[in-house]
């Protein structure tokens, strides 16, 4: 049984895109969470390492088992339908794609992708890591002549997609991955959700903060209007777009749906050979917790 003594405070790591602004605003108010930032590519080390407590990481990275990392359904980047900041940009329509310059921001939305061009386009494509940010291939080490700032080919998440988007006239053909997984599963699709140690399950620590994380995403639910007037400007966004982004094109709710489809994922993951996956592992207690407090 784990140790519910605790004499720090919760370390808890999220993301700084306009989509996590649902899940972690009001959470610095909190004395007993210290919020730590980070792209979420590097949360689930932050939480294997002992770096975090709780974490917003990408879901594959609870399908890996070397990670022992259970799911907290108190809030989810996810969609059930069109995303609008997961997106492939292609300069060749998409039969004809060999390779994929893949933002290294996200580990999901590279294996999404990959999972959609096999299924729905009959594409095995090699996937190359890209620093969009520096428009250099991490795997070749070296700035792209500036001819080629964009690749053929280039898979893009976060505010990047709506603030630095890349220019349409070379990217004829786009997928949004929320809306082809949807069109393949008719389910939603999760990105992102909270995450803990599966070693700390059954403290203290990790039951008061499912249920704080619950408490946040509820109340924020509930002031759509004011979060989009104060953090559409910060991160550049046009308010019209922002509200729409989050009121209506985002999920942040885990519900059954939801977890069928972290399942349904993580079963085409290891059906393809992609990553050998294990069984989503779902924190339990979050409505005792809600209750308590």
């Known amino acids: ?85 997961v997106r492939l940009f292609s300069s060749v329509p998409i039969d004809q794609i060999t390779r994929v310059h893949a933002d290294t921001d996200s580990h999901t939305s590279v294996m999404l ?29 070296r700035a792209i002549d500036p001819e080629e700032a964009w690749p053929h080919t280039l898979l893009l998440i976060g505010d990047k997609v709506v ?35 599966r070693a700390d399950l059954g403290s203290t620590m990790i039951d008061e903060a499912a249920a704080m994380l619950e408490r946040v995403r509820l109340r924020n639910d509930q002031r759509l209007d004011w979060l989009v007037t104060r953090e559409a400007k910060a991160h550049n966004w046009p308010a019209d777009l922002a509200r729409t982004y989050l009121g209506q094109l985002l999920s942040f709710r885990v519900d059954d749906r939801a977890r069928q489809a972290v399942e349904l994922f993580f079963d085409k993951l290891r059906t393809h050979g992609i990553l050998d996956t294990q069984k989503p592992h779902w924190f339990t207690n979050i409505n005792k917790e809600l209750t308590a407090l």
């Open 163 to 197: 603030v630095d988007s890349p220019p349409a006239v070379r990217y004829p053909h786009q997928i949004d991955l929320g809306e082809a997984w949807h069109a393949l599963t008719e389910l939603p699709f999760v990105y992102a959700c909270w995450m803990c140690r």
């Open 1 to 85: 049984m784990p140790d519910t003594a605790q004499t720090r405070p919760t370390r808890i790591a999220a993301v700084q895109f306009l989509n996590t602004v649902s899940l972690i605003e009001g959470l610095g108010t909190w004395n007993g969470c210290e919020l730590i930032k980070a792209v979420p590519s590097k949360i689930a080390a932050m939480l294997t390492d002992n770096h975090a407590d709780v974490g917003l990481a990408s879901i594959v990275d609870a399908a890996r088992p070397e990670n022992d990392l259970a799911l907290i359904p108190a809030g989810m980047i996810g969609c059930d339908g069109p995303t609008l900041t």
């Open 113 to 141: 992708a990959d999972v959609l061009l096999r299924e729905l386009h009959g594409v095995t494509a090699e996937f190359v890591e890209f620093d969009a940010r520096e428009r250099m291939s991490i795997a070749q080490d």
